[in-house]
């Protein structure tokens, strides 16, 4: 699954996708009703292709789990996070059957499929491969492009030179020094 972009925000509902940076955050925006909020670096942040799930071996990511639950429902909706404790047990059993029953919680089932279900109702619920495949397309058309590029004669190419910068001297975007403070 590809979760790029998809975060999880501590004392805030459900799930955000970045959208924007700011000097000391990012700009968010809910998955489930598209209102955009600034969101600072002393927020908890988490990334959903970074979390894990506890199994008998080696932790399993949330994205496998979640191409599992897919792939399972061919695509769509998975059981609902309010079930009974015993149904959400045994369904998350079905999909991972190694995960570790002391440290897994039901509460951690119901907060993945909680996003799994927010994930596929809005439609940011995609397969890696279609992302890799138009990744090469553009690839492709960017390798195209240059190609053009290069065949436009010296003199309508634009000016490419570099200014030197003394070493020491930081270049400051905006802010105009005019003198002594």
Same mark, same amino acid.
């Given at each position: ?6 975060? /999880? ?50 932790? !399993? ?24 404790? !015993? ?19 039901? /509460? ?36 195209? %492009? ?19 910068? /003394?070493?020491?001297? %930081? !270049? %400051?975007?905006?802010?105009? !020094?005019?003198?002594?403070?």
């Amino acid at each position: 699954m590809n979760l790029e972009g998809i975060i /999880s925000i501590s004392g805030m509902p459900g799930l955000h996708k970045v959208v924007g940076k700011l000097k000391n955050g990012v700009i968010v925006e809910s998955l489930a009703d598209k209102k955009r909020t600034p969101v600072y670096s002393h927020q908890q942040i988490s990334t959903l292709e970074d979390i894990s799930m506890f199994t008998t071996g080696d932790n !399993k990511p949330v994205s496998d789990i979640m191409k599992a639950i897919f792939e399972k429902e061919t695509g769509g909706l998975c059981i609902d996070h309010k079930a009974d404790e !015993k149904e959400i047990a045994a369904y998350f059993e079905g999909v991972v059957p190694d995960y570790d029953k002391e440290r897994v919680h039901i /509460s951690n089932m119901r907060k993945l499929f909680n996003w799994y279900n927010t994930l596929q109702q809005t439609g940011n619920l995609k397969l890696k491969e279609e992302t890799t495949d138009a990744a090469d397309d553009t690839k492709t058309k960017a390798h195209h %492009t240059e190609e053009k590029h290069t065949k436009i004669p010296a003199k309508h190419k634009p000016d490419n030179t570099r200014v030197a910068i /003394s070493k020491g001297v %930081t !270049k %400051t975007a905006g802010v105009r !020094k005019t003198g002594t403070a």
